[in-house]
């Protein structure tokens, strides 16, 4: 096979890929702007009559402003704290020896499969002992340590050669400047793909949610989004839903395509080492 | 106290000072609530009757043939997504490794379904899914395949559900092998390509064992999502039919919601992390035999 | 952090607002009770919204209560969330919950009844329920005693496209009332080659339950047990024939579709002309008359033995662990959602029934009947034919015994004698333990 045909067969087949993958939002984009249950619910392409009805639809069912607002608080408080938890101890495990060092590595891993859904009654039994019942700082709380994000760390910092390091310690930096300033910023693209998934895993967060907070003053976007998704004795309203779905997932589609960018970049440039 | 011990007391307290912030939420959000949970599964509480400590809840759980179900499920359900996202991601990241409008523009497509909330995919999925009027059947009408009820038969709801989650997670792992990918230097593969490697032999032999700590970093997770992810489930299937998209994080929200059975959701909670843990540990002592490390 | 600071600002603001007022500044004899009521959206979104605005207007008619609705999702997880304010030690005040699980909250001793604040207000049990329908008090009492009172219900409803009728040559003013009826009529309207359909029902968990429990007891069967929790009748003659009838529907007439579908499955077969009989809620109805664009029209369930109509819905509860002052807070609230005007205002916004009787003989209740001869059909089969709805220890494991067989049957897999076997095999085995503390503990 040709030099050249071997990547061009790649990204024919990749388009087409991701043509597919496309599908389904492609769906939802044409859906939400066709108010009422048209006959063709599957058709791909806009077909009058079109129309925004379905977003003010969406948008008359629920409080989004309100909940626009406490999805961002919750997400930037567990990222604002997580950013902070796992860097320290990311380090410890990359650079540092001690004794306990894989048994409390190990408690680490262990979190990433038990996740709070599976302790979902103890967990809420718990922020009640704390006052944190109904408050945001309880939908944020059990989310401070991210075990994913210290295993991503100690990757990233492991991956950061020691020459950096010594250099710092020669100029007599301590620990915490060592991190803040040498090791945090080589390790930037690890920390952006830590903060991206963590804002976007918790955006898109119902169950917990829906359990640690009551007031519709503090709900967030998914509980809200939910109110028209579920329908157990009536039919589906597709239109309305794929609007909803726009709704909740538009800011986070937003901040993806700005960040991009600078995201991809910094990947890219990180493999340019010494 | 002596100079060279205050010293050494700090060096000794570093790690534990750095660890302690992570380990204080550690403690109290998972194993804290890892201990009620343990404690549960040993209580044995019939109705009406006293609690007792026992293995009680342990013998009715492997005695359920809907936690057997469950459990066969989940490894169909991890084999059935863990191998197709992977290789898809991996294979996505080498077609659009270059940066250009076309790449970013395919890229941003793949990793669209990470954005929205599961539920929402889930709610999309069930008119792909709809007998007839959805998308797929609508589609694949012409080619013959009429009116399938892919959620509705117990031979295709869980292949039906991986999709789901293939779909919602290939764009993910495929970041990280981008991430990866970057990371290949440059000049290796160009000393290769001088040698007169091909494109696949390249592949094989720098490319992809440079991949090792991604790798290392991916297929754990993809473990760890297999048994995690089970919203689409709860919203669409609700295990069936007849049981047949039960999986094991779904049978434990079963008995613990629906069935208000806390000994067997507990014990089940118990063996299904107990379970997890082993592979994980299996597949990281595979991974890091073949890992490259700079440092 | 913020969020933080605010609300304790909030809360010393709050503090130092109720120490002025029993400073003896205040004009009011005590501050305004706040409670929450949790309520499901089983439907469609604008029920939240809705809902927020009743809650707004009782809110005003009472200054001395303050009510803040919590929408909590589907039935489920409203049930789930109320299960663990109840653990957590803050149990709502009011709680809109689905009637089959009712019977659970008593056994458990999760609900209070309501006889006591009946007889406050100077009734008793039986003269409270008779305001309602009276197949609704199956699952809202328990041994005589009140413990929900039904503020949302449904039935399950024959909706027929009249052009598929038509086509068929088949007289839309003459729909099936027998099943011999329903099944020439599903015969005519079948063209499996074609992908068209007589009859589709939603046989997804929930729905697959109450269809079922519906065929069964339009045979004759009882089914379950109304007034104990602790036996299901699934290997009954007249059962085991139900499930006989839904295999032959599938594999022997061949008028039903194989394989499972859930309602949006169902609902947009009916919409596309490919299905031409469907069994559905009346909770539907309003949905269907937006969305079909044929003409179409509804009937009672077809019987075999006896028409049977088991019920569906909501009633409020008021969970336990609540203080007096918040009970009767919640008992003016629930009185209030409960009376004739407003039962009405909801029954007509969603296509609930209007549990109350009453709510029938209000003047805007007569003018929507009129212009909606629909719901009266569906409205006189409840008043004639209703039953209870499937309710038991352990509901949705005893439930989803039969379900999964059910669903086995849709898709060939089993008999319908071995799938009654199973299933009743599969719940005895969950029931057990009840019956070992109550009908099995004899006296020594």
């Known amino acids: 096979m040709s030099r050249r045909a071997l990547p061009l067969l790649g990204m024919i087949a990749a388009a087409a890929a991701a043509l597919v993958w496309a599908v389904p939002f492609a769906w939802m984009a044409v859906a939400s702007l066709r108010p009422g249950v048209p006959a063709n619910v599957a058709a791909l392409w806009p077909e009058p009559p079109l129309g925004f009805g379905n977003y003010l639809d969406a948008w008359q069912s629920g409080d989004f402003p309100t909940w626009y607002l406490n999805t961002v608080l919750v997400c930037g408080g567990i990222l604002a704290v997580q950013l902070v938890t796992v860097t320290m101890a990311g380090y410890a495990f990359a650079r540092l020896r001690f004794p306990g060092r894989d048994v409390v590595f190990v408690l680490f891993l262990l979190q990433l499969l038990l996740v709070p859904t599976l302790l979902i009654a103890p967990n809420l039994t718990t922020i009640v002992a704390l006052g944190l019942y ?26 950061i050669p020691r020459d950096f390091e010594e250099a710092a310690m020669l100029d007599g930096a301590g620990v915490f400047a060592l991190i803040r300033h040498v090791l945090v910023p080589l390790a930037r693209p690890s920390l952006v793909a830590f903060a991206i998934v963590s804002v976007t895993f918790h955006w898109n967060e119902f169950l917990w949610p829906l359990m640690a907070v009551s007031s519709p003053s503090r709900q967030v976007l998914t509980v809200g ?9 009536a039919g589906g309203e597709w239109g309305v839903l794929a609007a909803g779905t726009v709704l909740v997932a538009g800011p986070l589609l937003l901040a993806f395509l700005v960040f991009q960018r600078r995201f991809v970049s910094s990947f890219v440039f990180t493999g340019l080492k010494g | 106290m002596p100079r060279w011990r205050a010293a050494t007391f700090r060096i000794r307290a570093r790690p534990w000072l750095l660890l302690a912030p992570s380990l204080v939420f550690l403690l109290a959000f998972t194993y804290w609530p890892l201990v009620q949970v343990l404690e549960g599964s040993f209580r044995d509480q019939a109705f009406g009757s006293a609690a007792s400590w026992g293995i009680g809840n342990y013998s009715r759980l492997f005695a359920d043939p809907h936690f057997g179900s469950a459990a066969w499920n989940n490894v169909l359900y991890a084999a059935g997504t863990i191998a197709p996202s992977v290789v898809l991601a991996l294979g996505f ?19 669209l379904p990470l954005l929205i909330p599961l539920v929402a995919a889930a709610a999309l999925f069930t008119f792909v899914f709809l007998p007839g009027e959805g998308l797929l059947d609508w589609y694949l009408g012409p080619l013959g395949l009429r009116a399938v009820n892919w959620l509705g038969s117990p031979s295709l709801a869980l292949g039906a559900v991986s999709a789901i989650t293939v779909w919602k997670n290939t764009g993910y792992y495929m970041l990280f092998f981008l991430a990866g990918l970057a990371g290949v230097p440059q000049d290796l593969l160009d000393a290769a390509r001088i040698d007169g490697a091909r494109a696949v032999a390249r592949f094989r032999h720098v490319t992809l064992p440079m991949l090792g700590p991604t790798l290392g970093f991916v297929l754990p997770i993809a473990l760890v999502n297999a048994l995690v992810q089970v919203d689409q489930v709860v919203t669409v299937t609700q295990g069936g039919p007849s ?11 079963q008995q613990a919601e629906q069935n208000h059975d806390a000994g067997l959701a507990t014990a089940a909670t118990v063996v299904s992390v107990a379970a997890l843990l082993m592979l994980t540990l299996a597949s990281l002592r595979t991974m890091e035999r073949g890992i490259h490390y700079e440092s | 952090m ?3 600071r605010f609300d304790m600002t909030r809360r010393a603001a709050l503090g130092a607002a109720i120490a002025a007022s029993t400073a003896g500044l205040a004009v009011r004899a005590r501050a305004a009770t706040e409670i929450e009521m949790f309520f499901p959206v089983p439907v469609q979104g604008k029920l939240a919204t809705e809902m927020q605005r009743l809650i707004g207007v009782f809110n005003t008619q009472h200054p001395d209560i303050k009510v803040t609705p919590v929408y909590t999702g589907s039935y489920d997880d409203t049930n789930f969330k109320t299960r663990a304010a109840i653990q957590a030690g803050r149990p709502p005040a009011a709680a809109i919950m689905s009637a089959n699980f009712i019977r659970e909250y008593v056994i458990d001793s999760a609900a209070i009844a309501l006889d006591e604040l009946i007889a406050k207000d100077g009734g008793t049990p039986q003269g409270f329920m008779a305001q309602f329908w009276p197949a609704l008090a199956l699952n809202a009492t328990d041994q005589g005693r009140v413990y929900g009172v039904p503020f949302q219900n449904s039935t399950p409803l024959l909706f027929y496209n009249v052009q598929a009728f038509k086509d068929a040559e088949l007289d839309p003013e003459k729909p099936p009332v027998t099943w011999q009826d329903w099944v020439d009529a599903a015969r ?27 065929l069964a007891m339009a045979n004759g069967g009882q089914y379950y047990d109304t007034a104990y929790g602790g036996q299901v009748y699934y290997t009954e003659p007249a059962t085991v024939a139900a499930l006989r009838f839904i295999h032959d529907l599938v594999h022997t007439h061949k008028v039903v579709p194989p394989g499972v579908l859930d309602p949006n499955g169902t609902t947009a077969a009916f919409f596309s002309g490919r299905v031409g009989m469907i069994l559905l809620s009346t909770g539907a109805l309003g949905f269907i008359r937006d969305n079909m664009k044929q003409p179409f029209r509804v009937a009672f369930v077809p019987k075999n033995v006896v028409n049977a109509a088991p019920v569906g819905g909501g009633s409020l509860i008021i969970p336990a662990g609540n203080t007096p002052e918040r009970q009767a807070a919640a008992w003016t609230l629930i009185k209030w959602l409960t009376s004739p005007d407003i039962a009405g205002q909801w029954s007509r916004f969603t296509g609930y029934f209007a549990p109350n009787r009453a709510a029938y003989d209000l003047p805007e209740m007569k003018q929507y009947m009129a212009a909606n001869p629909n719901a009266g059909v569906a409205l006189e089969q409840l008043n004639r034919y209703g039953r209870g709805w499937f309710a038991t220890y352990k509901t949705v494991p005893v439930r989803k015994a039969m379900e999964d067989q059910v669903q086995a049957i849709l898709n060939g897999d089993i008999s319908a004698a071995a799938a ?9 085995a969950l029931l057990r333990p009840y019956l070992q503390q109550t009908a099995l503990k004899l006296p020594t």
């Open chain 3, 188 to 214: 005519k309207l079948s063209k499996p080659g074609a992908d068209k359909w007589g009859i589709a029902w939603p046989n997804s968990y929930d729905y697959c339950g109450w269809l079922t429990s519906t």
């Open chain 2, 243 to 253: 049981d047949s998209t039960n999986l094991l994080l779904y049978y434990i929200y």
């Open chain 3, 2 to 4: 913020p969020t933080m």
């Open chain 1, 225 to 233: 989004l939910a109110s028209f998704a579920s329908g157990s004795e």
């Open chain 1, 134 to 159: 109904d408050q945001l700082p309880g939908i944020m709380a059990p989310y401070f340590a991210s075990a994913f994000g210290v295993f991503l760390m100690r990757q990233a910092f492991r991956a």
């Open chain 2, 93 to 111: 990241a080498l077609a659009l490794r270059e940066t250009t409008l076309f790449t970013m523009a395919a890229r941003t497509l793949v990793v």
């Open chain 3, 420 to 428: 009654a076997a199973r299933a009743q095999s599969d719940a005895d």
